[in-house]
């Protein structure tokens, strides 16, 4: 089991940025693919980007392309989102989660191991 660590979530107007950390506990994460979601309130969990272990690959949801940047740092066992030009719909918890196994990128079954979430909020 893998321990993940949200950080940097916080509240900040639209049009602005934040940059949210996720630190894993896994002396093996360089092998895994990463992902970011978010939850906004009576919604669903829904997908917003994911890294492959190389960091070769990376996918986004279509709404959060061009603004929206995942990044890794193997060596510090560590997943960024680079969130710019935020907008109010972007609010939710985010949460980060490690692919050990071979599932989707895109789906929440695809993943093994769940962060805590860090609160994002963007208000209108």
């Known amino acids: 089991q893998v321990q993940l660590v949200e950080s940097g979530g916080g509240l900040v107007q639209a049009g602005g940025s934040l940059r949210l950390s996720c630190a894993a506990s896994a002396r093996t994460f360089s092998r895994f693919g990463m992902g970011w979601f978010r939850q906004a309130p009576g919604k669903e969990r829904e997908f917003v980007a994911a890294?492959?272990?190389?960091?070769?690959?990376?996918f986004y949801k279509d709404s959060v392309k061009g603004r929206f940047t995942i990044s890794r740092d193997n060596a510090k066992n560590t997943v960024y989102l680079q969130m710019n030009s935020l907008k109010p719909e972007d609010t939710g918890v985010y949460y980060c989660?490690?692919?050990?196994?071979?599932?989707?990128?895109?789906?929440?079954?695809?993943?093994?191991?769940w962060g805590q979430g860090t609160q994002v909020t963007v208000p209108s």
């Open positions: 989660a490690a692919r050990r196994s071979s599932g989707s990128y895109f789906l929440i079954s695809g993943y093994e191991d």
């Open positions: 890294i492959s272990w190389s960091a070769s690959s990376t």
